[in-house]
T-cell receptor
Framework: KAGVTQTPRYLIKTRGQQVTLSCSPI?????VSWYQQTPGQGLQFLFE???????NKGNFPGRFSGRQFSNSRSEMNVSTLELGDSALYLC???????????FGQGTRLTVV | QQQVKQSPQSLIVQKGGISIINCAYE??????FPWYQQFPGKGPALLIA?????SEKKEGRFTISFNKSAKQFSLHIMDSQPGDSATYFC???????????FGEGTQLTVNP
C-alpha cells in the first residue's frame, strides 16, 4: 500500500514568489493535514481538510492557503514568500477522522 | 502557546539501556496521545499511541505510560538499539489524527 506522497521533495524559491505543494494521501484516507517544521518552532499545524472542506486552521497568516480535491489529494499554497517560510512542509493523511495520522516525507522549501 | 512540553531535548543512551522521554500537556480536552519517530530527511512515523482511559500501552520494545491526573505521559524504549537513534516527538489532539499539537522533540542517540 503506497504511503503519503508529497511533491516536489525540494524547492528553492525567491522572496516574493508563490509556491504550490502537493500531497496525495494514502488510498482510502479522506482527511489531509498540513504541518510546517522548522528548527526554531518545531512542528506546527497549518490546516486540515476533509471532504474538500477546511475543518481546522492553525495560526498562520492568510498567505498560507490550501484546498482539497474530490479524490482527496490536497495542495497548499504560500504567496509572497518570506525568508522565514523556509521549512519542511509535511502532509499527513488519515481515514475519515478519529484515526491515526500518517505523514509523508515532506517538501523542503528554501526561500532565498 | 506551547501546550505540550517535552523533555529532555537530547538524550544519550548506551545500547541495551532504557530510553525515557517525558511530555506534559495543559489542555484537558486532549484525548489522544501519539508518539512519532523521525529520521533525518524523513517525515515523522507513528510509533505508538494511547488514549486517557488506559494508564499504559506496550508495543514491542516501546511503552507509553500515561498519568491523567498529572497530565503527563512518557515513552519508554527498552533494550535501546543504535537503530533507534532518531528524533522523537510526543503529540496530543482532541480527536485522533486531527490537529496534532507536538512537543519540541527529543534527539535520541544510542551508542553501540
Amino acid at each position: 500500500k503506497a504511503g503519503v506522497t508529497q511533491t516536489p521533495r525540494y524547492l528553492i524559491k525567491t522572496r516574493g514568489q508563490q509556491v504550490t505543494l502537493s500531497c496525495s494521501p494514502i488510498s482510502g484516507h479522506r482527511s489531509v493535514s498540513w504541518y510546517q517544521q522548522t528548527p526554531g518552532q518545531g512542528l506546527q499545524f497549518l490546516f486540515e481538510y476533509f471532504s474538500e472542506t477546511q475543518r481546522n486552521k492553525g495560526n498562520f497568516p492568510g498567505r498560507f492557503s490550501g484546498r482539497q480535491f474530490s479524490n482527496s489529494r490536497s495542495e497548499m499554497n504560500v504567496s509572497t514568500l518570506e525568508l522565514g517560510d523556509s521549512a519542511l512542509y509535511l502532509c499527513a493523511s488519515s481515514r475519515p477522522a478519529n484515526t491515526e495520522a500518517f505523514f509523508g516525507q515532506g517538501t523542503r522549501l528554501t526561500v532565498v | 502557546q506551547q501546550q505540550v512540553k517535552q523533555s529532555p531535548q537530547s538524550l544519550i543512551v548506551q545500547k541495551g539501556g532504557i530510553s525515557i522521554i517525558n511530555c506534559a500537556y495543559e489542555n484537558t480536552a486532549f484525548d489522544y496521545f501519539p508518539w512519532y519517530q523521525q529520521f533525518p530527511g524523513k517525515g515523522p512515523a507513528l510509533l505508538i499511541a494511547i488514549r486517557p482511559d488506559v494508564s499504559e500501552k506496550k508495543e514491542g520494545r516501546f511503552t507509553i505510560s500515561f498519568n491523567k491526573s498529572a497530565k503527563q505521559f512518557s515513552l519508554h524504549i527498552m533494550d535501546s538499539q543504535p537503530g533507534d537513534s532518531a528524533t522523537y516527538f510526543c503529540a496530543a489532539s482532541k480527536v485522533s489524527g486531527s490537529r496534532l499539537t507536538f512537543g519540541e522533540g527529543t534527539q535520541l542517540t544510542v551508542n553501540p
